[in-house]
Nanobody, 120 residues
Framework: QVSLVESGGGSVQAGGSLRLSCEAS????????MGWFRQALPGKGHEEGI?????????TYKESVRGRFTISKDNTKNTMYLQMNNLKPEDSAMYYC????????????RGKGTLVTISS
């Protein structure tokens, strides 16, 4: 069983930056694909995957965040990060950390989320 805990959300103005963290326990990141998803209306609406990082460090990004967001991980801390720069109001959402043995849209392990609010 993998447990994930997100942190780092908050409220910033458009153009600002935030760094989200996801601390994993129950497995090492070396064995997992990790990802960030977001949902504009927490508990409702469409959930979109925005970035993944696989066990070897390979990354993928949703086109709308490419060049602004950077996903990374520190295996020694068993923690994954999402550096978000040049934030836009449409980035406002609940951000969830996810993990599974492979990268796919329906990763089994999920955190409870951290809220990001961007004001214009």
């Amino acid at each position: 069983q993998v447990s994930l805990v997100e942190s780092g959300g908050g409220s910033v103005q458009a153009g600002g930056s935030l760094r989200l963290s996801c601390e994993a326990s129950g497995s090492t990141l070396n064995n997992l694909c990790m990802g960030w998803f977001r949902q504009a209306l927490p508990g409702k609406g469409h959930e979109e995957g925005i970035a993944t990082i696989d066990s070897r460090g390979g990354t993928t990004y949703k086109e709308s965040v490419r060049g602004r967001f950077t996903i990374s991980k520190d295996n020694t801390k068993n923690t994954m990060y999402l550096q978000m720069n040049n934030l836009k109001p449409e980035d406002s959402a609940m951000y969830y950390c996810a993990a599974d043995t492979s990268c796919h849209p329906y990763m089994v392990y999920r955190g409870k989320g951290t809220l990001v609010t961007i004001s214009s």
